[in-house]
């Protein structure tokens, strides 16, 4: 199918979240062992309030913060694009795409319920976004 919605993508998936007190040092050891890119930082109640990527990790260290005293709160991207589950694969590419991100957390009033990122999406799914964006420049 071409057009999945994130519900489907995310279906069993159990996203990495931290509150926003964690250390980049914290973060960074659970996206190891799980081998995530991204973690959802979230309040008590589970509402995303940031998130934290590699690309934050990587300017952190270039930055000299110590990750194991810099807390994801200083660091992390807040308030991301976010996407309710019921959007479509193809919606969640073009935001990507236009952003410059690769992930998108998926919430359900406000709560996090998880996070898709490019390598999540099928050949076709990519294919049709590569066939728009063809399109568009011809225009």
Known sequence: ??????????????PLTLRP??????ACKNMHTRRFGAVLVVDEGGRLIGIFTGRDAVRCLAENMD?????LDRVMTPNPHAM???TKAIEALRLMRDGGFRHVPVVRDGLAVGIV???DFRGLERDRLEAEIE?????
Do not use: C, K, Y
């Open 67 to 71: 990750p194991s005293a810099t807390s």
């Open 135 to 139: 399109l568009w420049e011809r225009i």
């Open 1 to 14: 199918m071409v057009n999945r919605p994130m519900a489907e993508i995310i279906h069993g998936q159990t």
């Open 84 to 86: 309710p589950p019921e």
């Open 21 to 26: 007190d964690a250390t980049v040092q914290d």
């Open 117 to 119: 990122s490019r390598d």
